[in-house]
């Protein structure tokens, strides 16, 4: 289809036209930016492919939850476990807070943090995915992709969560967890830094 000659148009039409075309191009630019998202969810760390790698590599190190938590108590005793009623293979990390509740004004309250695995725990978050198909940004066809239906989280990113919520250090992770003595994960480190 050639070019079309709008100085014979109406003006109106030529409106009309020329929305469609931005309109067609803002949704090219969607689907390549939600490719790129769905990349990124996925991106190797380091040289561990997340997505494909079952290996040792990709687990790090495991440990039990109780394991994580008798190291935790160590750090920070006021932290608690409590295990998830409605989906038993999950839990969740709490911290026992001697100031009143701001919604209820009771003390003292449990606070959540983070939700860890109730068994083992990987040291790597699990990215849990589901292969689809997306359109090519030129609709002429479709490419395999994979849609992010969430994460598990490691023990690295569980720590983590608590270091940014204040409630234990990073010089106690290391003493405690040794961090620095597994893969040198650069979102770790990354997330270090900021």
């Known amino acids: 289809m050639g070019e079309i000659r709008k100085e014979i148009l109406a003006p109106e039409t030529v409106k ?6 931005e309109a067609a191009h803002a ?12 990349e990124s969810y996925i991106a190797p760390d380091g040289n561990v492919d997340i997505l494909r790698d079952k290996s040792a590599a990709q687990r790090g190190r495991a440990l039990q939850r109780s394991e994580i938590m008798r190291r935790l108590k160590v750090i920070n005793p006021a932290l ?7 989906f038993p293979d999950f839990g969740a990390i709490y911290i026992v807070e001697n ?3 701001p919604i209820t004004n009771i003390a003292p ?12 725990n990987w040291e790597f978050h699990r990215p849990l995915v589901v292969d689809e ?3 090519e940004p030129d609709g002429l066809g479709t490419v395999k992709t994979v849609q992010l239906e969430g994460q598990i989280p490691g023990w690295r990113t569980v720590l983590l969560r ?10 106690d992770v ?6 620095s003595r597994g893969r040198s994960s650069q979102k770790w480190q990354q997330a270090q830094v900021n």
């Open 16 to 21: 009309a036209i020329d929305q469609s075309k």
């Open 27 to 38: 949704s090219k630019e969607r689907v390549i930016q939600d490719r790129k998202d769905r």
């Open 80 to 86: 608690i476990y409590e295990r998830s009623n409605n």
């Open 99 to 101: 100031r009143p509740d």
């Open 109 to 120: 309250w449990k606070r959540h943090i983070v939700g860890l695995m109730h068994d083992e």
């Open 133 to 135: 198909e997306m359109p």
């Open 162 to 171: 608590l270091v940014v919520d204040g409630v234990i250090k990073p010089a």
């Open 174 to 179: 290391e003493k405690h967890f040794h961090v």
